[in-house]
Nanobody, 121 residues
Framework: QVQLVESGGGLVQAGGSLRLSCAAS????????AAWYRQAPGNQRELVAR???????NYADSVKGRFTISRDDAKNTVYLQMNSLRPDDTAVYYC???????????????WGQGTQVTVSS
């Protein structure tokens, strides 16, 4: 069974920074695709950033130039560096990964429990 544990959320003033972490554990051979989503009250969950194992990344237009997704494949950990935070970044942030399981080499899609990010004006 795969577990994703997120950390790094909290309360920050507008213009500040936070770094979210997502550590995957369990019978994992590797992480194929890693992504961060967010969901604000009353809104649908939306993709924030995505990174493939091959190094490709893509971002929501609203966070381009401010957020950076990265991964440490040796540690099965994914990060989201968030700079120049704005009040409209306030949401619960979720880690999502497609992992390759061992020994079966099958794929599994996994979600973290979510971490709250609140940006005050």
């Amino acid at each position: 069974q795969v577990q994703l544990v997120e950390s790094g959320g909290g309360l920050v003033q507008a213009g500040g920074s936070l770094r979210l972490s997502c550590a995957a554990s369990g019978s994992i051979r590797s992480i194929n695709v890693a992504a961060w989503y967010r969901q604000a009250p009353g809104n649908q969950r939306e993709l924030v950033a995505r990174a493939t194992r091959g190094g490709s990344t893509n971002y929501a237009d609203s966070v381009k130039g401010r957020f950076t997704i990265s991964r440490d494949d040796a540690k099965n950990t994914v990060y989201l560096q968030m700079n120049s935070l704005r009040p409209d970044d306030t949401a619960v942030y979720y880690c999502n990964t497609e992992v390759i399981l061992r020994p079966s080499l099958t794929y599994e899609n996994c979600w973290g429990q979510g971490t709250q990010v609140t940006v005050s004006s």
